[in-house]
């Protein structure tokens, strides 16, 4: 089986701890926090880096699975990814929930059904800030 993450890298900032978890944590207000979000849609900066430790704790044996399935077969409905997989419905749409949660998925409503897309291929994980940056998907030629 092909692993669905093609490439996941770990490097170390070279900040210190101290001025990494500085930098995170700078906005103090809602209104910074909206200014920030705006530059970001605007393309005027990058988003600020998310932790990594609750992604790390999501990526199961399951989840890759899913994942790997995304990127291959491009699923349009959860049930075709229900067929796919062999998992219940329930379990399926838990798994994807959580992957959209962490920026590696985005679902989709389309009418009455939901379409899953994979929105990451890969992700790196800084060690030091205990952050990570999801690289997107390219679209299939």
Request: include cysteine; charged fraction near 30%.
């Amino acid at each position: 089986m092909e692993h669905p993450i093609s490439h996941c890298s770990i490097t170390s900032d070279p900040r210190s701890p101290k001025q990494a978890q500085e930098m995170m944590m700078k906005r103090t207000s809602l209104t910074e926090l909206r200014e920030e979000m705006r530059a970001v849609a605007r393309g005027e900066r990058n988003p600020s880096p998310r932790p990594a430790a609750p992604l790390l704790a999501a990526l199961s044996m399951e989840a890759l699975e899913l994942l790997g399935v995304l990127l291959r077969e491009r699923p349009e409905t959860i049930a075709r990814v229900v067929e796919l997989t062999g998992r219940a419905q329930p379990n399926v749409s838990r798994s994807l929930q959580q992957l959209a949660l962490h920026g590696l998925v985005r679902l989709v409503k389309d009418g009455r059904e939901v379409r899953p897309e994979p929105i990451a291929r890969s992700f790196t994980v800084d060690l030091e800030t205990g952050t990570y940056e999801a690289k997107p998907v390219t679209e299939p030629a």
